[in-house]
């Protein structure tokens, strides 16, 4: 079992290696093509929004607090508002509906 598991550190090793080396070694030039210009642009904040949901809604002892505070969320920043004020207004969403929830089941 010993002798796999430095099989297994090796392939993870290697692999993202390959991934981090590969295009600095074979993309010499800029990139021209605006469809991978703005896909590469975009592929940060989908990375961060595919790991930032689930744990948003999980959060909670129940899903409705986590939606309910995504939503205020998400509109309180549409609307303009900051980091800390989205925080805070999310974090006071999540204690009121998780009593609520409590409170009614």
Do not use: D, H
């Not at 021209?32 to 930032?52: A, D, H």
């Not at 002892?61 to 925080?87: E, H, K, M, R, Y």
Request: glycine share 6%; charged share 10%.
């Amino acid at each position: 079992m010993k002798g796999n598991a430095y099989i297994y550190i090796f392939t993870a090793w290697i692999v993202s290696y390959l991934i981090r080396v590969l295009p600095l070694t074979l993309i010499r030039k800029p990139i021209k093509n605006r469809f991978i210009r703005s896909f590469l642009y975009y592929v940060p904040y989908v990375t961060l929004s595919v790991m930032t949901f689930p744990a948003i809604v999980q959060a909670t002892g129940s899903q409705i607090a986590g939606i309910a505070s995504l939503v205020v969320g998400v509109l309180l920043a549409f609307l303009g508002a900051g980091l800390f004020p989205v925080a805070i207004a999310c974090c006071v969403v999540a204690f009121a509906s998780e009593w609520l929830v409590n409170l009614l089941l």
